[in-house]
């Protein structure tokens, strides 16, 4: 089914998003991110697609609120969790740093997972117990750990505490700091060993559900800023703290947790 799930991903990429790429007119949601008719051409051809590949309920990030929860709640066995166009503020400016992701959880965890940026035509994917891959290339690409000082991090600023956010600003602890605005990527690229730290004050289901079983099956080591137990927190705005190497992310955690 991965197989599959990739060239579905693939085909709704090239027909419903590309093809809109610097051509479609954006608006607002409530809470202020942006979305376009990509966004929802993209979740409705998801939709149609996934229930030929495995017949179970769809939660899309472009459905109200309460339809998400009601969906989350009522369907453990197993709901695909969608984001059409992951980065859609890159997405609408032109910059070429944007993901379709689409995750198939069981019981709450992720079993299988995609994350194709269709620009630099990369398909990452992971299947439960079976490894993690860029088009067919097992991750971790790079996989020597670099010391912590010479790390280099993935980090969101907005929406971590003050006091956190002011000590990574003036007295990081890695050499280098990097944020593309594309949260699945993000998960992908540290899994792959393109960055090695990763911060994240809150994500959504959706930002997370690929991409953290993609990092799980490279190797990698997550949580969330206060819990060891990532999947036992609430799973519609989790703080994520990732490393792809158990020693590094070790020193990573407990850094930020010393500065928090």
């Known amino acids: 089914m991965l197989d599959q799930l990739i060239t579905a991903v693939k085909t709704v990429a090239h027909q419903e998003v590309m093809p809109r790429y610097l051509k479609v007119a954006h608006d607002k949601k409530n809470d202020g991110s942006l979305f376009t008719q990509a966004d929802l051409a993209a979740q409705e051809a998801l939709v149609s697609v996934l229930s030929t590949l495995h017949d179970c309920p769809i939660l899309g990030e472009e459905m109200s609120e309460a339809l998400q929860q009601t969906l989350w709640q009522e369907n453990q066995a197993g709901v695909w969790c969608v984001d059409p166009i992951d980065g859609t503020s890159n997405f609408v400016h032109g910059i070429p740093y944007f993901a379709i992701s ?57 929406r971590l505490p003050e006091k956190l956010a002011r000590a990574l600003s003036f007295r990081p602890p890695y050499a280098s700091q990097r944020n593309f605005g594309a949260s699945t990527l993000e998960w992908c690229y540290v899994a792959a060993g393109r960055f090695d730290l990763s911060l994240h004050g809150g994500q959504k289901l959706w930002d997370y559900a690929a991409g953290s079983l993609i990092l799980q099956e490279a190797g990698g080591s997550y949580c969330t800023l206060e819990h060891d137990q990532f999947w036992e927190t609430p799973p519609w705005n989790r703080s994520v703290v990732a490393a792809l190497h158990p020693p590094l992310f070790n020193e990573w955690r407990e850094w930020l947790r010393d500065h928090a």
């Open 102 to 158: 689409v995750a198939l959880i069981r019981q709450g965890r992720p079993v299988l997972g995609v994350v194709y940026d269709p620009v630099a035509d990369e398909a990452f994917a992971a299947e439960k117990g079976h490894g993690a891959w860029l088009n067919g290339v097992q991750l971790p690409i790079r996989a020597s750990a670099p010391q912590f000082r010479e790390a280099i991090a993935t980090v969101d600023l907005k």
